[in-house]
């Protein structure tokens, strides 16, 4: 065979390949965009059902009774964590992600069909935190499985690019939960349509949503390193063998804490923020909220492809200098405006450098760990601290509002960037130092 031939046959080869990994990074973003929009109807429409279930004349007690379950439903994280990550490592990322989204189905679709408190009573709180435990379990289980697949499917060259589309579509699950509140505020529904039944609507699409995605994922490949790693040595998946890397569990644990809670005060927490707090009206908040996780939308594969070239840490530096430094003013001069287009520019100015965690975090940690307990690894610590300070994150700070000292919030999250600072100026660069390639 002829040089020009071999090397046509290599280009068609690295052609296929670039092909087969673009389509399985697609098929398993699409399914965690799916997950995310499930999980963020919840608080896109919480506005509209809060009273459906929580009776009560005060809407901030409203508000945080729906944050408080928020809340709770992420004490179900670790436990989906751990049961995902052991059906990942020992049985194979392709399951386990298929049947988180699966879960995921199911709680979308008990909270369409549940009664209100008007009609069962304390019943339907009851089953409504029973469908959130649900999802809970569900997203605990999805963020490893995802992080770990979209890592491992990646080429090493460009592993932060492609890794960062799980925060692509994580956000993207949140960008279309609000486009279908802003179509049916503005096209379909009126006000009263929305708090009398309409916000069942949104979970009835995830619903059947999560079953596109799920037979979508019964045809992804399983990734080289699994099959590998399965070759040399039997799956585990187990807690006993996660224990063998002490000091990469309090890595994830310590560089999540301070990007979690800026995280899901950005997305979660903003959109109760600039009603209850900003002032603005429900259509303003809607569109300030959509446009700003465009923006933080736009920023992930940017910063992603940025750590190939410069490496993990400086990003991760970046992040936790200038969120310590930044988010009191920002969220200080955000209470203090009227302007929804004041408001815009302060929450895109935060997420310039949020965005500097949220785009690699998943690489990073699935980089800390080899192959038979990656999934356990990246999954289990990292719900475990979003349980603790992401999850709880909203309902800090409506408690905090309640006690009159909204302000004591800025300082709390400043603080917990500030934690994580201190790990990411001592921990390696897992770019230049990765566990990728280790099939223990």
């Given amino acids: 065979m002829t040089d020009q031939a071999i090397k046509s046959a290599d280009d068609r080869f690295d052609i296929q390949d670039m092909e087969r990994r673009i389509k399985a990074i697609f098929i398993g973003s699409i399914g965690n965009l799916v997950e995310w929009y499930d999980f963020y109807a919840y608080t896109a429409f919480a506005l509209y059902f809060a009273p459906a279930f929580f009776p009560n004349s005060d809407p901030v007690v409203q508000q945080l009774n729906a ?5 709770a439903t992420f004490l179900m994280r670790p436990l989906g964590g751990w049961l995902f990550g052991f ?63 979209l890592t491992e499917v990646a080429d090493p060259k460009h592993r932060g690019f492609y890794s960062s589309f799980q ?3 994580l956000i993207g699950g949140q960008l279309t939960a609000i486009m279908v509140l802003l179509l049916l505020q503005k096209v379909f529904l009126t006000p009263e349509q929305l708090k009398d039944w309409g916000w069942r609507i949104p979970f009835v699409i995830g619903a059947l949503l999560a079953i596109f995605a799920a037979v979508m994922r019964r045809n992804l490949h399983e990734t080289e390193a699994f099959e590998e790693a399965k070759k040399l040595t039997k799956p585990t998946g187990s807690i006993r ?29 903003m959109q109760t923020f600039v009603k209850l707090s900003v002032g603005l009206t429900e259509d303003q908040t809607t569109t300030v909220i959509f446009g700003s996780l465009i923006f933080a939308t736009l920023l992930q594969p940017i910063y992603g492809a940025l750590s190939d070239r410069i490496g993990r840490k400086p990003l991760l530096i970046f992040f936790g200098a200038a969120g310590t430094l930044a988010t009191v ?50 999954g289990l610590p990292y719900a475990i601290t979003v349980s603790l300070f992401g999850g709880t994150a909203p309902a800090v700070a409506l408690y905090f509002k ?9 300082y709390y999250l400043s603080g917990m960037i500030f934690l994580s600072l201190l790990i990411y100026a001592t921990m390696r660069d897992t770019k230049h130092a990765s566990a990728m390639h280790r099939h223990e």
């Avoid at 944050?67 to 809340?71: K, Q, T, Y």
């Avoid at 008990?110 to 649900?134: H, K, S």
């Fill in 67 to 71: 944050a408080v379950l928020f809340a």
């Fill in 87 to 149: 059906i990942a490592d020992r049985y194979g990322r392709r399951l386990s992600l298929t049947l988180s989204v699966v879960c995921m189905c199911f709680g979308s679709l008990i909270i369409a069909v549940t009664p209100t408190y008007a009609t069962i009573g304390f019943a339907a709180p009851a089953i409504l935190a029973l469908a959130r435990i649900i999802e809970g379990l569900s997203l605990g289980g999805e963020y490893g499985a995802s992080a770990t697949y």
């Fill in 167 to 169: 925060y692509v579509t």
């Fill in 241 to 269: 063998g996660l224990l063998k890397y002490p000091r990469e569990l309090l890595l994830v644990v310590g560089l999540t804490a301070g990007g979690t809670a800026a995280f899901y005060t950005f997305t979660t927490y």
């Fill in 329 to 378: 003013p920002i969220l200080t001069m955000l209470q203090q405006t009227k302007s929804p287009f004041t408001a815009f520019l302060l929450i895109c100015a935060a997420w310039i450098f949020v965005a500097g965690y949220t785009s690699i975090n998943a690489v990073v940690k699935a980089e800390l760990f080899p192959t038979n307990v990656r999934a356990l690894g990246v």
């Fill in 402 to 410: 309640t006690m009159g000292h909204e302000d004591w919030f800025y």
